[in-house]
């Protein structure tokens, strides 16, 4: 396998698809990094989504311990969310609304069933280009201006995109987890994140700023044709930001991202009934044939952090 993974990244890099290539793989017990091009296991990377799993894992320590339970509403912790308003019709004006039907809980925000999100079955959807200033992408970290508790309020002003629970929209329920856990937690999203995974992991290149250390590790982020998205001459990620993103704020490099899967598979961070539900997926049919699961997910499922 190690030899095929290899291959392939030499392969990527010789047709000049990508500037560089990292791959990992580990059983739990043994790891394998290899590399092709200007990268290596100890490069920062922008790791955009693939932060998603940690969020899920903070959120299920929590459940573990009981802080948070699976069905709980979310407005316990975060009550801007009381009383919110759904849209009658998808591109409908913002105004246009009915009660929401029952509250968001824990577990919509891990499966990503808030009622909020990329719509590409629409045209034009107000309430999206209402809600630009709460990102979405993710954005570089300096496009969203607002603090937790005013993103937060914020997004509770706006009314949802359908009823809670009942479709599968990418990716703005993590953006909302994380100020759940923040709030839930009673510690700040960052550190949150360092004392439970980082530190005990010796994840010591990860967060959601660029350790002083490792800057000089940071690998350019492009766009589509190699356009440069992110310089790491002057990097948006060397700076703390003002809204750290739960759905895809970190920065990390293959070594750390192995060490958290490694210890995931071990049983290490969470109990055996969590770590496996967050590996079974929790879409209907229905959901799984819905625009943007097919969009993302290739009509696969979807657990809690994960494709499944």
């Known amino acids: 396998m190690q030899e095929k993974l290899q291959g392939l990244a030499d392969r990527l890099l010789a047709i000049g698809e990508v500037p560089g290539v990292v791959?990992?793989?580990t059983d739990g017990r043994e790891q394998w990094l290899g590399s092709a091009g200007a990268v290596g296991a100890d490069s920062v990377f922008r790791i955009s989504s693939m932060t998603k799993p940690l969020a899920a894992v903070l959120t299920l320590?929590?459940?573990?311990?009981?802080?948070?339970?699976?069905?709980?509403p979310v407005e316990r912790w975060?009550?801007?969310?009381?009383?919110?308003?759904?849209?009658?019709?998808?591109?409908?004006?913002?105004?246009?609304t009915v009660p929401a039907e029952s509250p968001v809980t824990v577990e919509d925000l891990l499966v990503m069933r808030l009622g909020f999100g990329f719509a590409f079955e629409v045209e034009s959807c107000p309430v999206l280009e209402e809600a630009a200033e709460l990102g979405f992408g993710p954005p570089l970290p300096s496009a969203v201006a607002l603090a937790p508790d005013r993103w937060i309020e914020r997004f509770g002003e706006l009314?949802?995109?359908?009823q809670p629970?009942?479709?599968?929209?990418?990716?703005?329920?993590?953006?909302?987890?994380?100020?759940?856990l923040a709030r839930a937690s009673g510690v700040e999203l960052p550190e949150l994140f360092r004392?439970?995974?980082?530190?005990?992991?010796?994840?010591?290149?990860?967060?959601?700023?660029?350790?002083?250390?490792?800057?000089?590790?940071?690998?350019?982020?492009?766009?589509?044709g190699l356009a440069v998205l992110d310089d790491p001459a002057a990097s948006d990620w060397f700076t703390p930001p003002v809204f750290p993103h739960a759905a895809g704020g970190l920065v990390s490099t293959a070594a750390d991202y192995l060490r958290f899967t490694a210890a995931l598979l071990n049983g290490e961070l969470l109990r055996p009934d969590l770590a496996a539900a967050m590996v079974t997926d929790q879409l209907t049919a229905e959901q799984r044939g819905?625009?943007?699961?097919?969009?993302?997910?290739?009509?696969?499922?979807?657990?809690?952090?994960?494709?499944?």
């Open 195 to 224: 004392r439970r995974l980082f530190e005990p992991l010796g994840m010591g290149d990860s967060g959601f700023v660029v350790p002083d250390h490792a800057r000089a590790r940071l690998a350019p982020s492009y766009a589509e």
């Open 23 to 25: 791959v990992g793989l």
């Open 165 to 180: 629970g009942r479709h599968w929209r990418y990716e703005l329920a993590y953006a909302v987890l994380g100020v759940l």
């Open 290 to 308: 819905e625009p943007a699961a097919q969009m993302f997910l290739n009509g696969e499922g979807w657990g809690y952090g994960v494709q499944v």
């Open 61 to 72: 320590q929590l459940v573990e311990s009981g802080v948070l339970g699976l069905q709980d």
């Open 78 to 96: 975060l009550p801007e969310l009381a009383g919110q308003r759904v849209l009658r019709r998808l591109d409908g004006p913002v105004g246009d």
């Open 159 to 162: 009314p949802l995109m359908e």
